[in-house]
C-alpha cells in the first residue's frame, strides 16, 4: 500500500514535472509580444536612425518588439535573417544593401515563415523587375527629385544667375532605381526651367554618404575650373553634402553653390544650424518617422491580422531650408 502511494506520488511529480515547463512555455508564447526585424543597409545615417526608433516606439505602444539590425552587405543580411529566425520573429523590415539582393532574401526568409515588406529601397529579381509579392513603402522618388530641380532653379532665379555660366554636379547612382528616379526627375525640371543640357556633369558615387558624394563630386570640380557656379543635387542630403564639402576645398565661395538634397534629416539640421549659410541650400524633407512607423504597422497588421499591406506605398517631401525648417521638422514628426 504505502509502496503504491509512493508510486502514485511519484508519478504525479514527474507528470507535473513535465506539465509544468509545457505549461510555462505555451503561456510565455501568449505573453511574450511579436517580433519583427527592421533591418537597414546604413545604420549610421540618420534616415535609418529615425526609422529604427520610430518602429520600435510603435512596437512599444502596440506591444510588439522591434529587433535593429545594421546589415551594410549580403553576407551580414542573411545573417541577420537566420538570426530572426533563431528568435521566432515573425517577419522584418529591410532597406537592403543590394537591391538585387530580391530573391535571395526572400527565399531566406521563406525557410523560416517570415513575412518580409521593404521600406526605401524596393527589392528587385535578377532582369531588375520589382518583386511584386513583397509589399514596399518608399518615396514617390520621381515627382521628389522634381521638388529638388525646382528648389535649385527657383534658388538660381533668386540670384540672378544666367543658365550658360552655371554647372552641376548630378552625383548619380543608376545601380538603385530609387536614386536614378530621383536624380532623372531633377534633371527633367532642371532643363525644362532652362538648364544647359551641356553643362550637367555626371557623377557616379560608390556609396550613397557623405564620402560618397565628396568622392564622386571632387574630380569633376577639378575637370572644370572654368565654371565658377554650380548646383549639387543626389539621392540624399549626404551626398550632396559631400559634393558641397568638395566646392569648399576647392575654396568655392559659398555664394556661389546651390545644394539641394532628399531626406531632411540629422545631418541637414545640423547644416541649418550653422552661423554662415553653407553650398547647402535645403533639402526635400520626407518623414523618416512616418517610413519606420508605418512599414512597421503594415507588417504588423500582415502578421497579425493577415492584412496584405498595399504593394507598393508612395510618400511625398516638402522643401526645406534655412528658413523654415524648424517648422517643417515639426510638421513631419522627424
Ligand atoms: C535611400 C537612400 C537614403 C534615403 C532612403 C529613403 O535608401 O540611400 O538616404 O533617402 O532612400
Redesign the pocket.
Known sequence: MTSKIRRFTLRAMFAAMCIAPLGMNMAAHADSPTKIGFLV??PE?A?FINEQKAATALGQKENFSVVNIGTPDGEKVLAAIDNLGAQGAQGFVI?APDVRLGPAIRARAKRYSMKVVTV??QLVDSSGKPLADVPHL??SAFKIGNQVGQAISDEMKKRGWKPEEVGAIRITDYE?P??KLRTDGATQTLLANGFKKDNIFDAPQKT?DDEGGFNAASPVLSKHPNIKKWVVFA??E?SVLGGVRATEQLHIPSADVIGVG??GAGEAFAEFQKKDQTGFFGTIA?SSTN?GKQSAQNLIDWIRNGKEPPADTQTTGKLMTRDNWQAVRTELGI
Do not use: F
Request: charged letters at 20%.
Open positions: 543597409k546604413m545615417q534616415w532597406c526605401d529601397d518608399g518615396m538603385l530609387t536614386a550613397t539621392l540624399n549626404e532628399i531626406n520626407v517610413h
